[in-house]
């Protein structure tokens, strides 16, 4: 009767320290491939979401096509809407970095209109009385005040936006999802937790910064916290 093997690879175990050290190379690219296509997405994200959510609110008839679009592209399957990209931007992290923009939009959208609607009309007319225009309005009193409900927004969108990343390795562009389906096909036990960890603690490092950036960029809100 032949020895157990002496290491944790060899016995392909799901927790393993060699892994780790073994791999430490492939992991950090992974890792830093999935930060940027997290970081891309969001940033793409609010840069389409804050115009379609100024429009919805100035502009009262733009509100239902606006929200109903994006919720609407919330609901299709990450493989659908990659199919539906993939004639524009073939198998590319274009790809991917396109479908995840598509389904921030929902998130972003929605929470900065919730933002925007709940500041008080009272304060809107003393801003105006004091001489405030239509753009200085804007920048200096209603997104100051619908920043606590867009930051709820852009948390929950960056932590779907980490796990819907892994998505990605369907086309080769997954960051640590590239792991996890390599891992999964060839039952690699400890390269299937260890890339599926990572992308927990992304996803809670993300929120956690998101956190707080807002707490300071509101200070206002701390009072009411306690």
Not at 46 to 59: E, K, Q, S
Not at 107 to 113: I, S
Not at 186 to 204: E, G, M, N, R, W
């Amino acid at each position: 009767m032949s020895a157990p093997p002496d290491d944790c690879l060899a016995r392909n175990e799901w927790i393993c320290g060699d892994y780790l050290s073994s791999r430490r190379e492939i992991l950090a690219d992974a890792v830093v491939q999935h930060l940027q296509l997290t970081g891309a997405s969001l940033a793409l994200g609010l840069a389409v979401a804050v115009p379609l959510a100024l429009l919805a609110r100035h502009r009262r008839r733009a509100a239902g096509p606006v929200l109903g679009v994006t919720t609407v592209l919330y609901t299709i399957p990450a493989l659908a809407m990659f199919s539906l990209l993939l004639p524009v931007y073939g198998l590319s992290a274009s790809l991917v970095v396109a479908g995840l923009v598509l389904y921030s939009l929902t998130l972003l959208v929605r929470n900065l209109l919730a933002g925007l609607g709940a500041v008080p009309d009272d304060i809107r007319r003393a801003a105006r009385g004091l001489g405030y225009g239509p753009t200085r309005l804007l920048l200096a009193v209603e997104l100051p005040l619908a920043l606590p409900a867009a930051m709820a927004g852009l948390r929950i969108a960056a932590v779907s936006t980490v796990s819907l990343v892994t998505i990605g390795a369907i086309v080769g562009h997954g960051g640590l999802g590239n792991l996890i389906y390599s891992g999964m096909n060839t039952y690699f036990k400890a390269q299937v937790l260890t890339a599926s960890v990572l992308c927990v603690l992304i996803a809670l490092a993300a929120d956690l910064l998101l956190l707080g950036a807002q707490r300071l960029l509101t200070p206002w809100t701390r009072g009411r916290a306690r």
